[in-house]
């Protein structure tokens, strides 16, 4: 394996060391090192070497979807002219492969089905567009051959006419559907791979939940080919898991709990006990207080493993911080949603719920264990705007969301270099040793705590590979 030396690496303030790396991990830390085998030098310039940033809560293929589909319905598409304009101006870029839209209405061309849809498709192309209700898929006749060819007897879900011809609309068979694309199902994750790394992110822990074999296999894909060089642990069910030997790492059960229809708390229990004898975490998503009681109730009745977690813990007043502290279990929250989400929080949440949302300081001075993920793509990717959001605590319209929330830039940085596997734990300072899962800033970290933003990035280390290196000029 090849030796990285970094050379005038700024490790904390005031304190420029050169950084040997060699064999993935870090092998010295000096002042003056007399390094001669070193086959790539880098002159970091005194900026800031920083541990590689670890989103903690992200969904990797419906980011990669939302990044390479085609908009289909308002305010970007508003009619038939719109919509077969955007369709062709995506089948361009794709060379003929799969169209894939998402949020039609039929305010944009009416009820949409196959005849309708293959006069807006470009020729030859397959094209399957998504109702924004997310309950249906439209496809063209290319598309509908493609799917249906070789198969007897549709599931209900597809809809015929009179005759027994597919119409081309789809209901509810998302599985069906994905089985039936096979490889064209997935998108590229080249591009998400590509951002992470700019942004310095060298781990992810995929948070979606029942995660079938066929998605293991295409993220594993990904990480084998470069596509995505991150390190991914991957949440999941109980039945489909990375193999012991997958590049794919086993992360906690994810557990979707939603307030108008809560599991049974002996099932609930059994699902904890479940996962804990597969040796995993079991992973709880909780946006209301309800949620939140009924996690901590449930993780308190089986015991707790490493791992268990909260993600969101969106509403957390003092005694459920403290209930959290006492359980010893992690939150995953994301920073990013006061930015995002805070002006339609500061309308929709009741005044008495406000100061508890999205907290930061709370949790920290509770005891609790805190890490962050964007949430992406329901949040925005870029882990910087998360952080800057936990420091500042702004609304996108400018308005301020829980100010005792704030954290300082170097707590919320920690939000999202803490281990992958114990997100909350404390990172502590590169040293040697360490898996060289690094990122490196053109400027020092005293400019980069008022800036905190991506385009600092100057470049990416994963196992000791580069993975970015910002151009020069
Ligand atoms: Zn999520």
Known sequence: ?????????????????????????????????????????????????????????????ALAAAWQSVECGPPAVENEDDLAGALRDASTDREGGWLRGVGYHESVAGPLGRKRLDALSPQGVPVRVQHRTGAMWILNSEAIERVVVGVDGLPSGVECDSAGRPTGRIYAEDAWLRERLGDSAFPDLAPVGRFLARCGVTGATDATPDKD????????????????????????GLE????????????????????????????????????????????????????????????????????????HASIAPDDLVSLLCELGVAVVTQPGFVHERGDVYLRDV?????????????????????????????????????????????????????????????????????????????????????????CALDCSWTKQREDLVRDHIALTVREGELIYQREAG
Request: hydrophobic share 45%; aromatic share 4%; with cysteine.
């Open 213 to 236: 074999a066929a998605t293991l296999a295409a993220i594993e894909g990904a990480m084998r080919s470069g596509a995505l060089p991150q390190r991914v642990v991957a949440m999941g």
């Open 350 to 438: 009741e005044a008495g719920d406000r100061p508890w949302l999205y907290r930061g300081r709370g949790f920290l001075e509770g005891g609790v264990g805190l890490g962050a993920g964007t949430d992406a793509p329901y949040g925005d990717a870029d882990p910087w705007r998360a952080i800057r959001a936990a420091v500042d605590r702004r609304t996108r319209e400018g308005a301020s969301l829980g100010p005792k929330e704030a954290l300082t830039p170097e707590r919320a940085l920690a939000l999202f270099t803490s281990p992958l596997e114990a997100p909350g734990a404390a990172p502590g300072p590169i040293a040697v040793g360490d898996a060289a899962d690094l």
């Open 240 to 311: 489909a898991q990375p193999a012991e030997d997958s590049q794919l790492e086993r992360g906690a059960h994810k557990i979707m709990l939603r307030e108008r229809a809560l599991p049974e708390f002996d099932a609930l229990v059994a699902r904890i006990e479940a996962a804990h004898r597969q040796d995993r975490g079991a992973a709880f998503h909780c946006v209301t207080r309800a949620e939140l009681v009924l996690a901590a109730g449930a993780l308190r009745a089986a015991g707790i493993h490493p791992g268990d977690r909260i993600e």
């Open 1 to 61: 394996m090849s030796t990285l030396w970094l050379r005038r690496a700024e490790l904390e303030p005031g304190v420029v060391r050169d950084v040997v790396v060699r064999d993935g991990r870090v092998a010295a830390i000096e002042a003056s090192p007399k390094i001669a085998d070193a086959q790539v030098a880098i002159d970091l310039a005194c900026g800031a070497l920083l541990r590689g940033l670890h989103d903690h809560h992200i969904h990797l293929f």
